[in-house]
């Protein structure tokens, strides 16, 4: 008897099959902007399905190596990397991944929403990139950062045409070196402390703990200037050259030494995001430029860095999300099982069902963060600052948790193949479990849209999205309408009980469930939006989504029978 081998074949092409993608661009964009934007998607599809997806390939079995001495014994510090993750990043350059929202020509195109367009480059490029999208994040939010006019011009010269190059031979990304192994979250117990020095630059002394992307060109670093005191608001954000080349300290080292004063302690051994190096970082005496003023407090400085990468995050759990329910669903359409086709099985198609319900409410939510975004930077717009500041959080916190509930389905949906290593398929689990963690836990983002919501009266921009769509669902569906006007009326109450005695601890304890239920009522104000426009399917899913996550309804009979139209 012949031994069966059962054929797997690719999904569909990311962007020609992503029907709410596509009319998500349509909508914002407008026929003549998305049209202006297909064919730099379309080439961007065709590398992620080819080389890239080799490449990813490539970077997950040779992960990266510390080289610590050279053959004399001089210490080197040497992070050494795959083809795979160095195809990544000439990738990420040549097709503008971090550069697009900063182009003059991508601005004059389509103004604030050259953010959408990026939105769209990462749903595409992210989840076959081996998490060379959370170095593109840090050199975005890098990007942000020294655009902001505080940040002196010949820093931000010299730096910011690096990080938003195009060119693959000159484009850098950044770390982001800001937690230590004594407070994690607790930044106010950070010990770096930051030195100037005659020559107007600084010196940075300090044992960073998680430094992503730690083969960068440069990091941001979070230290507490000298005589600044105590706490988390008076820390500055530093721009730290990685290497010798970039740093007015070195002598004679080779340019791809390590920058006198920076040490390379260890590589993490993580449970995903294996191709991307991260490791612990000790500073003597770095050099290190400031950004922006460092007498004055600056975290909220560095907040504009985490902004951007938080919506980054959401965009990778987004499109992992869509991404691991194609191959899924391309699983599931050659796999014959009880002698039919696995597709064919009302289960197993109510559990895909579910699933693309899931992954489009991501994808809108992500893609807001985006919109909002865009429309702070390009037109300084109060009211999306307003949004900005509690949505970002949201995003970040509910797909998070979505996109590894999701993983753990894919997984499940290949059988014992979707537990074997060599398949690929576990590294969607294991990657995911990134997302509800870096740039903040769940609960960590729980306080933090408390103090959006009693601090910056944050609720009163989302409550009036979540009106507006109460109006614009009851055409659609009056069930719909009902559910989310429910919804927005219990969500009302909560906030002015919440803003009335924000330290008590029934508020503090509850902020979680507070905030995923904010989060799930804005993703089906957000559907519903879409749908009014015109999309079927963000109807169909805006009505799933409400009774799933907020009515808390069963929908497997509905999932199964729309299978075709939700993925």
């Given at each position: 008897?012949?031994?069966?081998?059962?054929?797997?074949?690719?999904?569909?092409?990311?962007?020609?099959?992503d029907a709410l993608l596509?009319?998500?661009?349509?909508?914002?964009?407008?026929?003549?902007?998305?049209?202006?934007?297909?064919?730099?998607?379309?080439?961007?599809?065709?590398?992620?399905?080819?080389?890239?997806?080799?490449?990813?390939?490539?970077?997950?079995?040779?992960?990266?190596?510390?080289?610590?001495?050279?053959?004399?014994?001089?210490?080197?510090?040497?992070?050494?990397?795959?083809?795979?993750?160095?195809?990544?990043?000439?990738?990420?350059?040549?097709?503008?991944?971090?550069?697009?929202?900063?182009?003059?020509?991508?601005?004059?195109?389509?103004?604030?929403?050259?953010?959408?367009?990026?939105?769209?480059?990462?749903?595409?490029?992210?989840?076959?990139?081996?998490?060379?999208?959370?170095?593109?994040?840090?050199?975005?939010?890098?990007?942000?950062?020294?655009?902001?006019?505080?940040?002196?011009?010949?820093?931000?010269?010299?730096?910011?045409?690096?990080?938003?190059?195009?060119?693959?031979?000159?484009?850098?990304?950044?770390?982001?070196?800001?937690?230590?192994?004594?407070?994690g979250s607790d930044l106010?117990?950070?010990?770096?402390?930051?030195?100037?020095?005659?020559?107007?630059?600084?010196?940075?002394?300090?044992?960073?703990?998680?430094?992503?992307?730690?083969?960068?060109?440069?990091?941001?670093?979070?230290?507490?200037?000298?005589?600044?005191?105590?706490?988390?608001?008076?820390?500055?954000?530093?721009?730290?050259?990685?290497?010798?080349?970039?740093?007015?300290?070195?002598?004679?080292?080779?340019?791809?030494?390590?920058?006198?004063?920076?040490?390379?302690?260890?590589?993490?051994?993580?449970?995903?995001?294996?191709?991307?190096?991260?490791?612990?970082?000790?500073?003597?005496?770095?050099?290190?430029?400031?950004?922006?003023?460092?007498?004055?407090?600056?975290?909220?400085?560095?907040?504009?860095?985490?902004?951007?990468?938080?919506?980054?995050?959401?965009?990778?759990?987004?499109?992992?999300?869509?991404?691991?329910?194609?191959?899924?669903?391309?699983?599931?359409?050659?796999?014959?099982?009880?002698?039919?086709?696995?597709?064919?099985?009302?289960?197993?198609?109510?559990?895909?069902?579910?699933?693309?319900?899931?992954?489009?409410?991501?994808?809108?939510?992500?893609?807001?963060?985006?919109?909002?975004?865009?429309?702070?930077?390009?037109?300084?717009?109060?009211?999306?600052?307003?949004?900005?500041?509690?949505?970002?959080?949201?995003?970040?916190?509910?797909?998070?948790?979505?996109?590894?509930?999701?993983?753990?389905?894919?997984?499940?949906?290949?059988?014992?193949?979707?537990?074997?290593?060599?398949?690929?398929?576990?590294?969607?689990?294991?990657?995911?479990?990134?997302?509800?963690?870096?740039?903040?836990?769940?609960?960590?983002?729980?306080?933090?849209?408390?103090?959006?919501?009693?601090?910056?009266?944050?609720?009163?921009?989302?409550?009036?999205?979540?009106?507006?769509?109460?109006?614009?669902?009851?055409?659609?569906?009056?069930?719909?309408?009902?559910?989310?006007?429910?919804?927005?009326?219990?969500?009302?109450?909560?906030i002015a009980a919440v803003?009335?005695?924000?330290?008590?601890?029934?508020?503090?304890?509850?902020?979680?469930?507070?905030?995923?239920?904010?989060?799930?009522?804005?993703?089906?104000?957000?559907?519903?939006?879409?749908?009014?426009?015109?999309?079927?399917?963000?109807?169909?899913?805006?009505?799933?989504?409400?009774?799933?996550?907020?009515?808390?309804?069963?929908?497997?009979?509905?999932?199964?029978?729309?299978?075709?139209?939700?993925?």
């Amino acid at each position: 008897m012949s031994r069966f081998v059962q054929p797997v074949p690719p999904p569909a092409d990311p962007y020609a099959g992503d029907a709410l993608l596509r009319s998500w661009l349509e909508r914002h964009l407008g026929p003549a902007g998305h049209a202006a934007t297909k064919g730099r998607l379309a080439d961007l599809a065709a590398d992620v399905v080819g080389p890239l997806r080799a490449a990813h390939a490539d970077a997950e079995a040779h992960p990266p190596t510390l080289v610590r001495y050279d053959p004399w014994g001089a210490r080197v510090d040497r992070i050494d990397t795959s083809a795979g993750w160095q195809a990544q990043r000439e990738a990420a350059a040549r097709h503008a991944v971090v550069a697009l929202p900063y182009l003059p020509d991508a601005r004059g195109t389509w103004g604030a929403a050259a953010r959408v367009v990026q939105h769209a480059l990462l749903h595409l490029y992210g989840p076959e990139s081996a998490t060379f999208s959370c170095p593109v994040a840090m050199a975005d939010g890098a990007a942000a950062l020294l655009s902001m006019p505080d940040v002196d011009a010949g820093i931000r010269d010299a730096w910011l045409p690096r990080l938003i190059s195009t060119d693959p031979a000159t484009a850098i990304t950044s770390g982001q070196w800001m937690t230590e192994a004594q407070g994690g979250s607790d930044l106010g117990r950070s010990s770096t402390v930051g030195r100037p020095a005659a020559d107007g630059s600084w010196r940075l002394t300090g044992e960073k703990w998680f430094c992503s992307a730690a083969d960068a060109a440069m990091a941001v670093a979070l230290a507490r200037p000298e005589g600044a005191g105590r706490g988390s608001r008076v820390l500055a954000p530093f721009l730290v050259p990685r290497y010798a080349a970039d740093s007015p300290l070195a002598t004679s080292a080779a340019p791809d030494a390590p920058a006198p004063g920076v040490t390379v302690h260890r590589l993490k051994d993580k449970l995903g995001t294996r191709a991307l190096p991260t490791a612990e970082i000790g500073l003597h005496d770095a050099y290190a430029v400031p950004l922006g003023d460092p007498a004055v407090p600056g975290l909220v400085r560095a907040m504009t860095l985490v902004v951007v990468t938080r919506v980054h995050n959401a965009a990778a759990a987004a499109g992992g999300m869509r991404r691991g329910l194609a191959y899924a669903r391309a699983y599931a359409d050659v796999r014959h099982v009880a002698g039919g086709a696995l597709v064919s099985s009302p289960l197993h198609r109510a559990t895909l069902g579910t699933l693309g319900v899931d992954a489009a409410g991501a994808f809108a939510l992500a893609g807001h963060a985006f919109a909002l975004l865009g429309r702070v930077e390009v037109g300084a717009d109060p009211e999306a600052a307003a949004e900005l500041r509690i949505v970002a959080p949201l995003a970040k916190l509910a797909t998070g948790r979505l996109a590894v509930s999701s993983a753990s389905e894919y997984v499940e949906s290949f059988g014992g193949a979707g537990y074997v290593e060599d398949t690929g398929v576990p590294r969607l689990l294991r990657d995911a479990q990134v997302l509800p963690i870096w740039e903040g836990t769940t609960n960590v983002l729980a306080l933090d849209v408390l103090r959006a919501l009693t601090r910056e009266d944050a609720g009163a921009p989302l409550l009036s999205r979540l009106a507006a769509a109460v109006d614009l669902a009851r055409p659609l569906s009056p069930a719909l309408a009902d559910t989310l006007a429910t919804a927005t009326a219990q969500l009302g109450e909560t906030i002015a009980a919440v803003t009335a005695n924000p330290g008590a601890e029934a508020v503090l304890a509850g902020a979680r469930g507070l905030a995923l239920r904010l989060a799930y009522a804005l993703t089906t104000a957000l559907l519903v939006e879409h749908a009014a426009w015109g999309d079927e399917q963000a109807e169909l899913v805006a009505r799933l989504w409400a009774r799933r996550w907020l009515r808390h309804e069963e929908i497997a009979e509905d999932a199964h029978h729309h299978l075709d139209l939700l993925c």
